[in-house]
């Protein structure tokens, strides 16, 4: 820069100069450019098309007895598809709300004139893997990896899981068939 | 860093050196032109063992690359068939395996050393924190490759590992989602990790170089712990410390193949000879060894984002140590109560491991809550306050003294002849 501004840029009162100005617009301007030259890079790491393209399935459970679970494969995790006992139900009803972690109802957890059916993905909501059905001290899944605790309607109870087991996206497309997704 | 002095004797040797002085640099920083404190003991040689350990680590690993197969289609076979089919496979492989787990007891024996004689105090702050950044560097190296043969032990503890991250509020999720890239660990996670775990021991290369740098500046620390005074406090690294580097070396090799023809999957999980099966979810997940404190720190919380902050905290500590410890004294060996909490430390982590090991269930819940409790206060409290407090002995005039006596000043410490 020039030992003698005065005769060739403007300096104002505090020592800065158009051209400091510029500098900070250029530099402003390059990190912009720079972080939207990034975002292919970390996007590209985000789920591809195909894999979005598999998202639901089709699932048939006539062959599902009262008491009985299914586990399905959806986007990579199990589902769990358990057609509940009425003690099951009840038990599950009589919870006071008060008491959860993740208040929910059981009808909440459930489709209207589907109640004894449960679907949820079978990934714990802690750190993912998958419970055991019919275990743990409420009757319903239990977590062995950090011991998490989940009701009959998979809702949790007790240990590290901050929610309830999740209930997807899923609709009765017939009495014995569901779409999950 | 005494690079300057250095001629070779060859005329076309020097021809060369003049126009790159690589050989200038090596002759200042492992040979006769770098001079270190003349009283430095065994546990100095695990520095040079760490980065033995890097070089075993890539020479197989990039082996390994050759026959192996990033699909969780192929994964398993293409490691089993370097296990069966492949010349030598079995003995690559094994140790590959064996020395991800010696490079971690080597670091951390390396780093209880900085922590016994000070190391991580003035002038070497951004050396300590150089170290810290090779370890976490390690850490995710070493997760990333514990996925690779897609067994179930590898395809959980991704699970478990990856799903830390969802702890974050808000973006956590998205997060996860982006880290795997789809809905749950799969094929696209095996192909980055793969990548991943290329490139990591590189970057981990040239942090080592970076932490080099920065201890051939002040010098290396020493078991006094007192700063050296002049040439009768040294020697010429080369050719005593690669001597006694080299001894070192050999007692290493020993123990590692101990492991690797011995016992090679000892320190290995069986459930990780099961392919991997996202449906189920084996029993007890356990991680390698290594991580096994950091486990039991994640577990001790009863809360999904309290333990997982408290894991990283447990490591993110390190980079405040300097400061924590407010003694001016370094070495432990003058600072009796700090020896006493040194031990007790050392204790807490083992105390910690086979915590991390064990189902969380009874008085390991108990156990492990105090173990990680006591973890924080060694770092929080009792170093901020010991070093105010304690009493500290005298220390010594000077290395050379303490080690020669009064002989020091009559004979100072010179290379012996060529
Ligand atoms: C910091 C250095 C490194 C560490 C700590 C490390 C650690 C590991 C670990 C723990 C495993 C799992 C071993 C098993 O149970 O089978 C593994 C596997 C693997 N690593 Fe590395 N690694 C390092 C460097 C490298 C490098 C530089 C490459 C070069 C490409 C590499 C390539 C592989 C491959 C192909 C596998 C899969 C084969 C197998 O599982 O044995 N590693 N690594
Ligand atoms: S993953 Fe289920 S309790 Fe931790």
């Not at chain 1, 590290?160 to 068939?177: G, H, K, T, W």
């Not at chain 2, 994964?75 to 496979?89: K, P």
């Not at chain 2, 029993?283 to 902050?309: M, N, T």
């Given at each position: ?40 890079f ?27 679970s ?27 709300l ?9 009808e ?16 714990c ?57 | 860093?005494a ?56 020479v ?24 069966r ?133 002040p ?10 005074k ?26 590692f ?106 008085s ?17 409290l ?6 105010k ?25 010179t290379?012996?002849?060529?």
């Amino acid at each position: 820069m020039s030992s003698n501004p005065s005769t060739v840029e403007q300096v104002s009162e505090d020592g800065t100069t158009r051209r400091d100005f510029l500098y900070i617009a250029t530099t402003a301007m390059g990190a912009v450019g720079a972080a939207y030259a990034a975002w292919p890079f970390i996007d590209q790491m985000n789920p591809s098309k195909d894999t979005l393209a598999l998202a639901s399935i089709e699932v048939d459970i006539a062959a599902v007895e009262r008491g009985q679970s299914i586990k399905v494969m959806w986007r990579g995790k199990p589902v769990f598809i358990r057609n509940r006992t009425d003690m099951e139900i009840e038990e599950s009803k009589a919870v006071d709300l008060s008491d959860l972690r993740d208040p929910q109802t059981d009808e909440e957890r459930t489709k209207p004139g589907h109640e004894q059916w449960l679907v949820m993905v079978g990934v714990c909501t802690h750190l993912g893997c998958v419970p055991l059905g019919e275990a743990g001290d409420f009757g319903g899944w239990f977590c062995p990896c950090h011991g998490s605790h989940y009701d009959t309607a998979g809702r949790i109870r007790k240990g590290p899981a901050p929610l309830n087991l999740e209930v997807p996206d899923y609709q009765f497309i017939s009495d014995d068939r569901i779409l999950v997704g | 860093m005494a690079t300057g002095s250095y001629t070779p004797k060859n005329k076309a040797v020097r021809w060369f050196n003049e126009r790159l002085p690589i050989l200038s640099l090596v002759h200042g920083t492992l040979g006769a032109g770098y001079p270190a404190p003349r009283n430095l003991n065994y546990f100095w040689n695990f520095g040079s063992l760490a980065g033995l350990c890097l070089v075993i680590q890539i020479v197989t690993g990039i082996v390994l690359a050759m026959h192996y197969t990033p699909s969780t289609l192929a994964a398993f076979d293409s490691v089993e068939r370097i296990m069966r089919d492949v010349n030598y496979g079995w003995l690559i492989r094994y140790i590959h395996a064996n020395g991800a787990s010696m490079f971690f007891i080597v670091v951390y024996i390396h780093i209880f050393r900085g922590l016994y004689y000070g190391s991580y105090k003035a002038p070497r702050e951004i050396l300590w924190m150089l170290g810290v950044v090779i370890l976490l560097l390690m850490m995710a190296t070493a997760f990333m490759g514990y996925v690779l043969p897609w067994g179930q032990m590898s395809f959980w503890g991704a699970t478990v590992i990856t799903n830390l991250f969802s702890a974050i509020p808000g973006i956590g999720e998205s997060i996860v989602t982006l880290l795997w890239g789809g809905f749950s660990v799969d094929e696209p996670t095996l192909k980055r990790f793969f990548s991943l775990h290329y490139l990591l021991p590189f970057v981990i290369t040239g942090v080592v170089i970076l932490h080099i740098w920065a201890l051939h500046l002040p010098g290396s620390n020493n078991p006094l712990g007192i700063d050296v005074k002049g040439p009768q406090d040294q020697v010429p690294f080369h050719p005593f410390y690669t001597a006694k580097d080299a001894l070192g070396v050999g007692v290493f090799l020993i123990f590692f193949g101990l492991f690797v023809f011995y016992m090679p999957n000892s320190l290995g999980h069986p459930d990780n000879y099961i392919p991997a099966d996202p449906l189920v979810t084996p029993p007890h997940i356990v991680p390698e060894w290594y991580f096994l404190p950091f486990y039991a720190i994640l577990r001790a919380v009863p809360d999904k984002l309290g333990g997982v902050l408290l894991m990283f905290a447990a490591v993110g500590l390190l980079f405040f140590l300097p400061w924590l410890d407010t003694s001016k004294v370094r070495s432990a060996i003058f600072r009796p109560a700090y020896k006493l909490f040194f031990w007790l430390l050392v204790v807490d982590g083992v105390v910690l491991g086979v915590v991390g090991a064990n189902p969380p269930e009874g008085s390991w819940i108990l156990i492990g809550r105090l173990a990680t409790v006591y973890y924080f206060v060694h770092f929080l409290l009792i170093l901020p306050i010991l070093g105010k407090v304690e009493r500290t002995k005298p220390l010594p005039e000077s290395i050379a003294s303490a080690v020669i006596g009064n002989k020091a000043s009559a004979r100072p410490a010179t290379a012996p002849a060529e």
